[in-house]
């Protein structure tokens, strides 16, 4: 993903947050299908699909992950899982299915099962420079709707970590989040570090 798309998405995952309400979830809208035991209908199913795209399956799940955002990015979390999952069947092993996973659950204000997924992307290779700022986001929400300090300053710790190693992106990402929480000056200094106005946040700190 490019990087303004990713902001984009995390500007919205940071703002919106959508409760998972009262609606039972399906097997296929939980990651990795809830590790529940399928039937054979359901697995008949993920044969079916695996053959599809037997000898392109790295195409395969690039796509099932695009469209996977596509829908995250309309706030429809529970077919973004859906794809989701159908990227993981494809291939476990790559750190993408997991992020998709981690962020939806973010939006499900979820956030111990979302920090499971942040910390199983990482551990399958992925890029720390997307993920950490992502992942300090899920802190600080929990930490908020908690009210509890330690987990704040772990989050903002985790921030400026990012960002004194030259992370623009948790530049971005941390200047929004300041700025939410009406601590201006605080969010003009951090965006000093990012090269990124798509919230026009330089314009309301006179830049």
Known sequence: MKFSTIISVLSIFALVGCASGLRQRSINEIPEYGNQPKNPEMLQADQQFLNTVKGKEQQAFDHMMAVGWSFFKRGN????????????????TRYESYWGFAAAEGRLNNFETSKHYYEKALNHGGDTKILNPEYAIVLREQAK??????????????????????????ACIYAYQLYRDNKKEEACKIMESCPDDKDNLKKACGM
């Not at 704040?152 to 990012?162: G, K, P, R, T, V």
């Open 77 to 92: 979390i529970g077919t973004a899982i859906k794809r989701f999952n159908q990227a993981w069947l494809i291939d476990s």
């Open 145 to 170: 709707a908690e009210n509890n300090s330690e987990k704040l300053a772990e989050a903002d710790n985790l921030f400026m970590s990012e960002i004194e190693a030259g992370n623009e992106k948790a």
